[in-house]
């Protein structure tokens, strides 16, 4: 059976790591190179790095600091934000990335996606699906119902009108390798992250699906895995201040039977 992932994420603004809730309210939560290389340190599966305001701001990813955290770690390391082309992709992999994220620029252009995987292989194509369940009329959101959840863009400010399973299943198809998926309406609740949803494209994907958002607890961790059915558990903040321990969340997981590599 394949071991289960932890992956703690950087989420930088202005080269510092932050982390919001519902992704806004951000607040600072350390330094992104120094952030690396603890995680490394405690035995993070992988890790990954999302410049959120990349595309927002309509430039590429800060390479600069993608290459010291790259020179800092010996795991493999995933960045995002703002990969638009064959060219920005060519520059996060000589900068030392193993795979990149992209969302909006795939959503804008689903051809990309077959351009990229075609160009670089599947294995270091990772599509990053936000998504948040639909407003109601008076504008409030409908209460997660895990399936119903429609694509967003731009760091989670553009609502479109792709459904979250439609598109799982198109990138798929497309040729990307990994589906990094993100609840918006879970995402710093650790309140759990959103184990309908994430069945729901696990179950129906033949490729890896990275869970995101709501991480918690140690148990939210056992419940997305085997209830959720997810290959990865990604999280931020719970991480970063300290929460919970990588070490001690993965001697967690594997005395209850979740397959992980364990550190020697």
């Known amino acids: 059976m394949l071991t289960k992932r932890i992956i703690p994420c950087l989420d930088v603004k202005d080269g510092r790591t932050v982390k ?59 960045v995002g934000g703002g990969i638009s082309s064959k060219a920005d992709v060519s520059a996060l992999l000589n900068a030392g990335a193993d795979k990149v994220s992209i969302n909006s620029a795939a959503v804008r252009n689903p051809d990309l996606i077959n351009e990229l995987a075609l160009e ?37 400010r553009k609502p479109t009108e792709l459904h979250t399973l439609d598109w799982a299943k198109e990138v798929e198809e497309r040729g990307a390798g990994e589906i990094l998926l993100t609840s918006m309406d879970t995402d710093g609740t650790k309140a759990g992250f959103a184990l309908e949803l994430t069945a729901a494209i696990s179950k129906n994907a033949n490729i890896p699906v990275i869970a995101s958002g709501g991480a918690g607890t140690m148990e939210h961790f056992y419940d997305v895995f085997t209830e959720g059915y997810a290959d990865a558990g990604l999280a931020a903040s719970i991480f970063h201040f300290k929460e919970i321990e990588i070490p001690a969340l993965k001697q967690y997981l594997h005395e209850r039977g979740v397959p992980m590599r364990m550190s020697r």
């Open 20 to 78: 919001g809730v519902n992704f806004v309210n951000l607040r600072d939560a350390g330094d992104a190179v120094e952030l690396a290389a603890v995680y490394a340190e405690q035995g993070a599966d992988e890790l990954v790095f999302l410049d959120i305001t990349a595309t927002v701001e309509g430039r590429g990813t800060l390479i600069e600091l993608v290459r010291r955290v790259a020179h800092t770690i010996n795991i493999p390391f995933t």
């Open 120 to 156: 670089f292989g599947s294995q270091c194509i990772v599509v990053a699906i936000d998504t948040r369940s639909p407003l109601t009329p008076d504008g409030g959101t409908v209460p997660p119902s895990g399936v119903r959840g429609l694509v967003h863009t731009h760091g989670g």
